[in-house]
């Protein structure tokens, strides 16, 4: 059973930068694609970027593309997100989520798509 676990969160100013980590346990992420979401009090989880199992094909939600970039690692079996510019609209509970998919197939930023998921680290941006 994958297992995910997030790190990286915390509180920082407008304009600033968070390296979000995704490290994965009881399975290897090459066969994985992973997900990011956010979650912020009383709104729906949202897509924020995800990236295939290959690492040649990412997307991003709109409000963060520019400023945010999905590295992976897959000799540590971990995924990051990178985040500069932060704004307070960024501010959210951030989790991560993984998917076992075909190798030809893209990923996607609907959280139904993930079946495994993290329990999230909190990032707050705020002056």
């Known amino acids: 059973q994958l297992q995910l676990v997030e790190s990286g969160g915390g509180s920082v100013q407008p304009g600033g930068s968070l390296r979000l980590s995704c490290a994965a346990s009881?399975?290897?992420?090459?066969?994985?694609?992973i997900g990011w979401f956010r979650q912020a009090p009383g709104k729906e989880r949202e897509g924020v970027s995800c990236?295939?199992?290959?690492?040649?094909?990412?997307k991003y939600v709109e409000s963060v593309k520019g400023r945010f970039t999905i590295p992976r690692d897959n000799a540590k079996n971990t995924v990051y997100l990178q985040m500069n510019s932060l704004k307070p609209e960024d501010t959210a509970l951030y989790y991560c989520?993984?998917?076992?998919?075909?190798?030809?197939?893209?990923?996607?930023?609907?959280?139904?798509?993930?079946?495994?998921w993290g329990q999230g680290t909190q990032v707050t941006v705020s002056s």
């Open positions: 009881g399975g290897t992420l090459d066969y994985y694609h």
């Open positions: 990236i295939s199992r290959t690492g040649q094909s990412t």
């Open positions: 989520a993984a998917i076992r998919k075909s190798v030809f197939s893209l990923c996607g930023l609907s959280p139904r798509e993930y079946d495994s």
